[in-house]
């Protein structure tokens, strides 16, 4: 018997150690493959990027690489009574088992077994979210991966982490993956703000999302919502009177639009962060919503391809608070999805004001400068104005207000092109020069004043708002947080102050409400432009706190010779400023300074070193034509205008020493030259004095 007992005990000790040896392979075996199969979170990564406002609303959300919206998730960002619905339905111990619930595999196997087929699952939450990061066909093989997928998780991630994995990829009918796409596609609206009905709904459609789908099967989605309610009132979550008033609820008919709010900006950013979960911009989204809608109103005046874009910045902070691409994004007869606040265009008339603003900078002229508005050539380059006339002598700054091209040649000849465009490139503007004839390589010229060069309307704008910002300029700003920059002083204070009155005291063009009508709303300095063949219409507003850009024109490049800058675009920045809050006149005009110096008094045509002339208000002076310059007779037989400032009336005019039929009350007559070559203009007054210009006539 002794011997028996101790063979016994050996069997059993051997089966002991045979059982240690096993469970600790099977130990490092789990190790091992926990080691080297980590749970795959490849899809759990693949998330939509969002694009918000300032305030955290939606404007964009993007498809993911799977194309799918899904949406990243956590406990926090959910409805309570969500979540207790939830557990309620598909895990009640989901806050007690290890990842497999061994009373759930029981419960399930009697179910099955006493039934004769399938009625019961014993898949846990965690086991739901292994599938879901690993979808593979439903097979026993396919479920013991699963349970070791959820021991896995259980043993690397906390409870709550693993019911956001759940909350993110959980499917919700077509390519909604997640809660939160889920309640934005149904409901229109984040997870945190659902009903009782609400709740109940999204618990049920992942249990089968193409056949819950309440835009197909309404009947079936109700049914499947109704159960999830039905079950929380006898599991004490909601009371009956409650399940009673979510049962009436109506369920959701149809999937909403994704908002689709700043659209070419949203595209950029998603380029250039094409990894980002989440983008915050600058974008004020109500401002931007009434902005794309002001776009497709005023776009119905056009002429399919005609189109629209729109800028507002904060000269404050630099930041875009709206932008505007296209009149319709969606509308291809408009070419909708070209962002023209980046398309590269002749900017017109609209950066004389810089011109202006470097020329009070150097010393070469002031704002009540007299400057001639005549026919002048700059070597083989004859700039026109845009009404084909001139207007002789007035001040510099009328000149502006009045965008006439050659004062701003003139100007810009004595700045040097070269000069005018290191200042803009050094603010930040990218120019685009076209190519020299002779040469692969671009050069700046004169024809830079009158738009002879490419830029966009963002760069143009950012300018504007460097003059609102005392000459200093700033890179534009679209995502909130990002690193403030360096501003770069194109001009001074005082220089950019100067043109701001200009341009606040300019006349209005037709249709702007003119500005003593504004009063209560303050002024804003206005400029317009129009680009060659009228392909492009520009016009910049700006005050103290906004400053606004526009274009008009057709996105191809094709003429639109029907839209001026001044008819297309300038009533379009009023319309702007009258959703902006109260605006503030950009400056406070100080009134006229003190007498000029002599060498401010006059910016002269006449070539360096020739010395310029003081102005006497009371001499007589031939303004137009001026001397050397050369005039080309027009094949229509239109006079010439002669133009004289000074002296006493009666006037009298000679061309070359014979007198002309003139009116002896004003200071103008007309000329028609019947030859061509040199000829002498003679102008007397009643005081015998007289001033003379020999011209060339072509």
Do not use: C
């Not at 979510?246 to 909403?256: F, I, K, N, S």
């Not at 019947?674 to 007397?684: F, P, S």
């Amino acid at each position: 018997m002794p011997a028996a007992a101790a063979a016994r005990r050996r069997t059993a000790l051997k089966a002991a150690l045979v059982a240690a040896v096993i469970g600790i392979s099977a130990a490092a075996g789990l190790w091992a493959a926990d080691r080297l199969l980590p749970p795959p979170l490849d899809r759990l990564a693949d998330v939509s990027t969002e694009v918000l406002d300032r305030d955290g609303r939606a404007l964009r959300i993007f498809l993911n690489r799977a194309g799918a919206f899904r949406l990243p998730a956590a406990v926090s960002d959910v409805e309570p009574l969500y979540l207790r619905l939830l557990l309620e339905r598909e895990d009640r111990r989901f806050y007690r088992h290890g990842g497999v619930d061994p009373l759930a595999v029981a419960r399930a196997a009697w179910q099955n077994l006493t039934a004769g087929r399938v009625v019961s699952g014993a898949s846990t939450l965690t086991m739901q979210v292994a599938r879901l990061l690993d979808p593979k066909p439903r097979t026993l093989r396919a479920k013991l991966v699963e349970a070791f997928r959820a021991l896995q998780l259980e043993r690397r991630y906390d409870k709550d982490a693993i019911l956001g994995m759940y909350l993110t990829l959980a499917p919700f009918g077509g390519n909604l993956e997640g809660v939160r796409a889920g309640a934005r596609a149904w409901l229109g609206k984040e997870p945190r703000e659902l009903t009782a009905a609400e709740a109940a709904l999204l618990v049920a459609l992942p249990q089968a999302p193409s056949r819950l789908r309440p835009d197909r099967w309404l009947q079936a989605a109700r049914t499947a919502r109704d159960r999830v309610l039905q079950q929380s009132r006898d599991a004490d979550l909601l009371n009956a009177p409650a399940v009673a008033e979510a049962l009436a609820e109506e369920v959701p008919t149809q999937r909403l639009a994704w908002p689709l709010l700043a659209p070419h900006l949203a595209e950029r950013l998603k380029r250039q962060q094409p990894m980002a979960s989440l983008i915050r911009t600058t974008v004020d989204g109500g401002l931007q919503r009434a902005l794309e809608d002001l776009a497709k109103d005023e776009a119905a005046s056009l002429p399919a391809p005609g189109s629209l874009a729109l800028m507002v910045v904060d000269n404050k902070t630099a930041a875009i608070v709206a932008t505007v691409g296209s009149a319709d994004y969606g509308d291809a007869g408009r070419l909708g999805a070209i962002d023209m606040t980046r398309a590269i265009r002749s900017p017109g008339s609209t950066l004389k004001p810089f011109l202006y603003g470097l020329a009070f900078d150097a010393g070469i002229l002031r704002p009540r400068t007299l400057i001639a508005d005549v026919s002048m050539r700059f070597g083989d380059y004859a700039p026109k104005n845009f009404d084909q006339a001139f207007h002789g002598e007035l001040t510099a700054a009328e000149a502006l207000q009045r965008s006439l091209n050659v004062p701003a040649v003139l100007i810009l000849d004595r700045l040097g092109p070269a000069r005018v465009t290191a200042s803009l490139e050094r603010s930040g503007v990218a120019l685009h020069f076209p190519k020299a004839a002779a040469s692969d390589r671009s050069r700046p010229g004169l024809p830079l004043a009158l738009g002879g060069v490419g830029t966009t309307l963002e760069d143009v704008t950012m300018l504007y708002a460097g003059l609102a910002n005392g000459g200093l300029v700033r890179p534009l700003r679209t995502t909130a947080g990002a690193p403030g920059t360096t501003p770069v002083r194109l001009m001074s204070a005082d220089a950019a102050a100067d043109v701001l009155v200009i341009l606040t005291e300019a006349a209005p063009p037709p249709g702007v409400v003119p500005a003593a009508a504004r009063s209560s709303r303050g002024a804003i300095a206005l400029k317009t432009g129009t680009s060659y063949g009228f392909r492009d219409a520009w016009a910049f507003g700006v005050s103290r706190e906004f400053t606004v850009g526009v274009w008009a024109g057709r996105a191809d490049g094709s003429p639109s010779p029907d839209r001026l800058g001044r008819d297309a675009a300038a009533p379009l920045v009023q319309k702007v400023f009258d959703l902006l809050p109260a605006i503030r006149s950009p400056v406070v005009a100080t009134g006229p300074s003190d007498g000029l110096p002599a060498l401010l008094r006059r910016l002269e045509s006449t070539p360096a070193g020739e010395g310029i002339r003081i102005h006497d208000p009371h001499r007589l002076r031939l303004v137009y034509p001026v001397a050397r310059s050369s005039i080309e007779r027009s094949g229509e037989r239109v006079p010439l205008g002669l133009v004289a400032a000074g002296g006493r009336r009666p006037l009298s005019w000679l061309i070359d020493g014979r007198p002309i039929v003139t009116g002896a009350a004003t200071r103008e007559a007309e000329w028609l030259p019947e030859r061509a070559g040199a000829v002498r203009i003679t102008v007397l007054d009643a005081d015998g004095r007289s001033d003379s210009a020999v011209i060339d006539v072509r």
